[in-house]
C-alpha cells in the first residue's frame, strides 16, 4: 500500500512569506506527527495530531507555526512570515494507533528560506 | 530538546565487520525505537524495543536495553555497504505524546 506521501518535495520561500506543507498519511492510521529536521540533527518534535485533534503542540518553535488536520486524515504545517531559522526538513509520520508505535516517515520537504 | 544521546557520533568499518551504535536517554520510557535515514532519503523503523524486554533481534540487528543504566545498544552484523546511513534512536519519554529522537550515529560501511 501507499505509504506516507508529503509535497511539495523541495520549497523555496523568501524571508516573510507564508508555506504551507501537505502530509498525506498512511489510510487509517489514527495519529499523525510532525518534526523538523535540520541539517546533522535528529528529528525534532513539532506536533502530534490523533485524528483530528492536536493533542500536543509543544514542539511548535513560535506562534507562527500552525497545523492542522480538520478530517482527521491529511494535515497540514503551516509557516507565517518565514524566519531564515525555519530552513530544514519538515518530517510527517503517521502511525497505526498512539504514539508508542511504530512510526512511518514521508520522505520530509526541504524548506529552504533566503 | 532531544531525549536520546547516540554514541559514537561517526563510526567507519570495512564490510563484514560488525557495528555497534549506543544511546543513551534522561528520562524514564515506555519502548525505545531504533531508526535509519539513508542520505536524503525518510527515516525507516528498524526495530522497537519496549521497557520490559531486555534484547531483540531482528535478522542482523541485535538491539539491547538497560533500562537501570537507561541506555540502548544497536548492534549490525555482518555489515554491507548498504548499512551506510545515520543512525538514530528514539524515546517515547513517559507519558508524553511525542517521540524524541537523538542526534544520531553516521555509520560508513565501506567496500
Not at chain 1, 78 to 83: A, C, F, L
Request: aromatic share 8%; with cysteine; charged share 20%.
Amino acid at each position: 500500500g501507499a505509504g506516507v506521501s508529503q509535497s511539495p518535495r523541495y520549497k523555496v520561500a523568501k524571508r516573510g512569506q507564508d508555506v504551507a506543507l501537505r502530509c498525506d498519511p498512511i489510510s487509517g492510521h489514527v495519529s499523525l506527527f510532525w518534526y523538523q529536521q535540520a541539517l546533522g540533527q535528529g528529528p525534532e518534535f513539532l506536533t502530534y495530531f490523533q485524528n483530528e485533534a492536536q493533542l500536543d503542540k509543544s514542539g511548535l518553535p513560535s506562534d507562527r507555526f500552525f497545523a492542522e488536520r480538520p478530517e482527521g486524515s491529511v494535515s497540514t504545517l503551516k509557516i507565517q512570515r518565514t524566519q531564515q531559522e525555519d530552513s530544514a526538513v519538515y518530517l510527517c509520520a503517521s502511525s497505526l494507533l498512539g504514539p508508542a508505535d511504530e512510526q512511518y516517515f514521508g520522505p520530509g520537504t526541504r524548506l529552504t528560506v533566503t | 530538546s532531544q531525549q536520546g544521546e547516540e554514541d559514537p557520533q561517526a563510526l567507519s568499518i570495512q564490510e563484514g565487520e560488525n557495528a555497534t551504535m549506543n544511546c543513551s536517554y534522561k528520562t524514564s520510557i515506555n519502548n525505545l525505537q531504533w531508526y535509519r535515514q539513508n542520505s536524503g532519503r525518510g527515516l525507516v523503523h528498524l526495530i522497537l524495543i519496549r521497557s520490559n524486554e531486555r534484547e531483540k533481534h531482528s535478522g542482523r540487528l541485535r538491539v539491547t536495553l538497560d533500562t537501570s543504566k537507561k541506555s540502548s545498544s544497536l548492534l549490525i552484523t555482518a555489515s554491507r555497504a548498504a548499512d551506510t546511513a545515520s543512525y538514530f534512536c528514539a524515546t517515547d519519554a513517559g507519558n508524553n505524546n511525542d517521540m524524541r529522537f537523538g542526534a544520531g550515529t553516521r555509520l560508513t560501511v565501506k567496500p
